[in-house]
């Protein structure tokens, strides 16, 4: 008998059932081809699908069956029971003589024989011990199979008949290469940016019609390397393009699963703990390891991993460790506010801030300071912070007792004399009362006092922003007086000591050791 030929329009209709996730064998019978046929065709394009493969069953596997079988005699119910495969088990009892199939048929023509001497339907079935939906089916001559019924004329009728267009599973699952992705994340929508299913299916058809990669990419608003990298990379069937395909290729790559970069030991982890515990921040670590491993590629790593790895990846104590090590010590993060958001509120000038130097401003000319206090539990006790707007060097004033005028100033003078007069220029404060003794700090120092406005801290930024970094080492609510100038004098070379994203990450000591060294 010649082997029966199929058309070209069945082919592509079996494609397209195929593109779009359906199985090969309900897809065959929907376009009228045999299973077979569409394997071939499968491979013939260069596609991979899931074929079921044999049970091997063991001996011991096999007594077992006969073993029940000898008590049950019912061979569907003893293979549901053990897991086996059920045609399976109906050809070892055929070929061991213990079931045949002729009783079967036997029931089936001797219910045939009764319809035909005129006994009602219901009536042989309970003569034959029959099923009443089983006796229907004899009467129509309707044949049952796995999955479906064929009825006297040709007629198919599937149980499930979506199953045709895809693999209806709870969860829905799709084939792709080899392996299931869950079907949401093939329909999930996730940026502009990517390829929806609908640019696929337009790409396809402007292909087809045999315009360029130039010409597709005009007609659908995408960049050409956007088009032809597409059709390089998900582009797997000798057939062509198949959009559906594609789309799910695509969604596999993109959920592939990736390790930490810091969830595994190396020197790499090791590094960003270490400068952690000496309150790095995550960015002056990411930066500075381009400094100290110019050649090392594999000792980068982004600020928002660091910060990745401690507020998602590490857990109870680790992340309570980890935490604290930041400036703010948060161990969840908080939702910026929008800076346009924020309320800056300027009241009537008491000091003359324009006044100051132009030089000031341009931070050209190192020696310019910012100051400020900062204040611990009660406001009982305080520590004066000063910081060179240039280098962004740190220097901090003791003050055991108290903070009035008099204690500031001569905390500050103290604090000011270790430096050379070169830099000791101008020095910018706040309107707090505890700098009423500015004009004889002046006198000390020879270095003018500029005032900001009322309520603008964002005048002297560069003093605020240390006074932040400061609470690492001096909390709120904690008494500040226990810290004599020795403490406070660590505080600052360890802060000091710190890259700094405004310096091109070089720290405040280096800039000050190149000012200080001559030539």
Known sequence: MPARKYTEEQRSQFMALIDRGGSVRAAAVSVGVHPDRGYQWMRQAGLSTPRSTQRRYTPEEKAEFFRRLAVSRNVSAVAHELGFNRVTCYAWAHKAGIFTGEYADAKRQAFLALRREGISRRAAASRLGVEAHQALDWDKGIRVFAGGRVHPDGRVVLYRPEEVLANVRNPRTAWVQGERVPLRQVEKVI???????????????????????????????????????????????????????????????????????????????????????????????????????????????????????????????LRRELAGSLRRGRVRRKPHRDPQARTRRFVDEMTPLAQRPAEVDTRSVPGHWEGDLILGAGNGSAVATLVERNTRYTLLGHLPLERTGEAVRDSLIATLAEMPTTLRRTLTWDQGAEMSEHRGFTLATNMAVYFCDRASPWQRGSNENTNGLLRQYLPKRTNLALHDAQALAAIADELNGRPRKALDWDTPTERMAALLTPG
């Not at 059709?231 to 990736?258: D, E, F, M």
Request: charged share 30%.
């Open 191 to 317: 940026h502009a940016r990517y390829l929806s299913l609908v640019e696929r299916e337009r790409l396809k058809d402007l292909t087809t019609a045999g315009l360029s990669i130039r010409q597709v990419a005009a007609e659908m608003g995408r960049s050409p390397s956007t088009i032809s990298r597409e059709l390089r990379r998900n582009t797997v069937s000798t057939s062509g393009y198949l959009p559906h395909t594609a789309h799910r290729i695509s969604v596999k790559r993109r959920q592939r699963s990736r390790t930490a970069k810091l969830a595994v030991d190396g020197p790499l982890r090791e590094y960003v703990s270490s400068k952690l515990k000496k309150r790095w921040s995550p960015e002056q670590i990411s930066h500075r390891l381009r400094r100290d491993f110019p050649h090392d590629q594999d000792m980068r790593v982004s600020l928002e991993t660091i910060y990745q790895a401690i507020y998602v990846h590490a857990h109870g104590e």
